[in-house]
């Protein structure tokens, strides 16, 4: 692919998703300006990555990748809290964040599925294990 257009390509990808990547970090660690600096972290992982990402089966799924990892280091590193939004323990991390982006969140199944790069029925499934999960 010409530079430019992957230039284009990136800058688009990065336009499209940056709004629901900043409200799933901010969600995840409990803070605005935390969830700025992963997400700003991430679009920088993803441009030193982009051509492998860009030409992956998914490269929805493979920047959500990026972003959930760069989510986890930071709750990991005691900076901010964890567990916000749908990541309480017993969850997995796909349920949680399954949870996480349908019901903190409020997209719909097809925002979340398209966001997180996975198939409709997967997330639905994902949601379903989930909150039959946390249901007492």
Known sequence: MPRTLTTLSFAAFCGYRRSAYLDYATLRLGSARAGRIVVDATFADLAREWGRVISSESPAAAAWRFLTSRT??????????????????????RHADAISLVHCLRLSTDEAADLIGVPRTRLVADLRAAERRLTP
Do not use: V
Request: net charge positive; hydrophobic share 25%; proline share 9%.
């Open 72 to 93: 986890d280091q930071a709750a990991r590193a005691g900076r901010e809290p964890e567990r916000a939004g749908g990541h309480r323990p017993g969850l997995s991390a």
